[in-house]
């Protein structure tokens, strides 16, 4: 079993609609949670980062943690084609500097 | 923010040539840099963590005498694939930590990647 799990997508969504992009993972040593952002053929970019089970917002992204489940989710209202990329969830456990990443959601929004 | 970058970006190679590849911090001091290797639709995978001055520390599975990392100053990092084959053929990317001393949790910024092919 993988330590963390994400759903490769692709998931392809119109402009405007609300998406939602989950991780469940294994590792309950996991304490700090991260999104990210790649755009093909790029690097990863940070998004999000978060490390207390709830909600953190941030202008049209909210990061959503459940640590009693070792589920997360990134949720993006009002979805833009510039949103679309591939949206990896990544975590670290706490004393480590390792950060380990899903696969990767592929998201496409279509105008 | 921070900036890191990747030279080259893109590289063909044959097989059995060493291919290296340089991380710069651009604009901050990274005492940390890592390198990881991501396989089409799937995850990057960390390669090894890379203190300067220090030997990298290199995950489990990971040759350490076939991917020669070299972090010989704050700002940059070198990362040397030797004797490379088909199989070695991925992206490459490196991030680079700012450290403010609070250890876990501090930001890695990401380098734009290299595409390594071996024919």
């Known amino acids: 079993q993988k330590e963390v799990e994400q759903d490769p997508g692709p998931l392809s969504v119109p402009e405007g609609a609300i998406v939602s992009l989950n991780c469940t993972y294994s590792n309950s040593a996991f304490q700090y949670f991260m999104w990210y952002r790649q755009y093909s053929r790029k690097g990863p970019e940070l998004l999000m980062y978060?490390?207390?089970?709830g909600n953190k917002e941030d202008g049209r992204f909210t990061a959503q943690v459940d640590k009693s489940s070792k589920y997360i989710s990134l949720f993006i209202r009002d979805s833009q084609p510039s949103d679309s990329a591939t949206y990896l969830c990544?975590?670290?456990?706490?004393?480590?500097?390792?950060?380990?990443f899903g696969t990767g959601t592929k998201l496409q929004v279509i105008p | 923010g921070a900036v890191v970058s990747q030279h080259p970006s893109r590289v063909i190679c044959k097989s059995g040539t060493s291919v290296k590849i340089e991380c710069r911090s651009l604009d901050f001091q990274a005492t940390t840099m890592f390198w990881y290797r991501q396989f089409p639709k799937q995850s990057l995978m960390l390669m090894a963590t890379?203190?300067?001055?220090?030997?990298?520390?290199?995950e489990q599975g990971v040759e350490k005498d076939k991917f020669l990392i070299n972090h010989a100053s704050l700002t940059l990092s070198t990362l040397t694939v030797t004797s490379a084959h088909p199989e070695d053929s991925s992206f490459y990317i490196c991030?680079?930590?700012?450290?403010?001393?609070?250890?876990?949790?501090?930001?890695?910024?990401f380098g734009p990647g290299t595409r390594l092919t071996v024919l």
């Open positions: 991030s680079a930590q700012v450290t403010s001393g609070g250890g876990v949790g501090d930001e890695q910024f």
């Open positions: 978060t490390y207390s089970s």
């Open positions: 890379s203190n300067e001055g220090s030997k990298a520390t290199y």
């Open positions: 990544a975590m670290i456990a706490g004393g480590y500097q390792k950060v380990t």
